[in-house]
C-alpha cells in the first residue's frame, strides 16, 4: 500500500516561505507521479502543480505561477512543493498525491494515493 505523507506547514505572514515536504513509501517511487493539491475553507480541492514519473518534467498552475515551484528527489523517495511570495488567498490544506502516470506525463485529475494533508496559513 502506497503511503504519502506531507509535512511542513505552518503559519507565515504574507511575503514569507515555506517548503512542503512529500514523503512516499510502500510501492515503487519511480512508477508515480506526483502532484501538489490545495483546498481552501469553502473551496474546491484545486490542482497546484506536479512532477513527472522522471523527475525532469514540472508544472504549476498558472495561479501560482513564478511564486511555487516543484522538485523531486528519486533519492528519497521525496517531492518538495517550494512557497514563495506567500498571499493570504494561498491559506489552505496542501496535499500530496500519486498516480501512475507515464514516464513524462503530470495528470491534473484521476490520482490513486492521497496524503492527510498539512495546514497552511498566511497571515495579512
Known amino acids: 500500500q502506497v503511503q504519502l505523507v506531507e509535512s511542513g506547514g505552518g503559519l507565515v505572514q504574507a511575503g514569507g516561505s515555506l517548503r512542503l515536504s512529500c514523503v512516499v513509501s510502500?510501492?515503487?517511487?519511480?512508477?508515480?507521479?506526483i502532484g501538489w493539491f490545495r483546498q481552501a475553507p469553502g473551496k474546491e480541492r484545486e490542482f497546484v502543480g506536479g512532477v513527472s514519473r522522471r523527475a525532469d518534467t514540472s508544472l504549476v498552475e498558472d495561479s501560482v505561477k513564478g511564486r511555487f515551484a516543484i522538485s523531486r528527489d528519486n533519492a528519497k523517495n521525496t517531492v518538495y512543493l517550494q512557497l514563495n511570495s506567500l498571499k493570504p488567498e494561498d491559506t489552505a490544506i496542501y496535499y500530496c498525491?500519486?498516480?501512475?502516470?507515464?514516464?513524462?506525463?503530470?495528470?491534473?485529475?484521476?490520482?490513486?494515493?492521497w496524503g492527510q494533508g498539512t495546514q497552511v496559513t498566511v497571515s495579512s
Open positions: 498525491a500519486a498516480d501512475r502516470a507515464g514516464p513524462w506525463n503530470i495528470p491534473r485529475l484521476g490520482y490513486e494515493y
Open positions: 510502500g510501492g515503487n517511487f519511480y512508477n508515480y507521479a
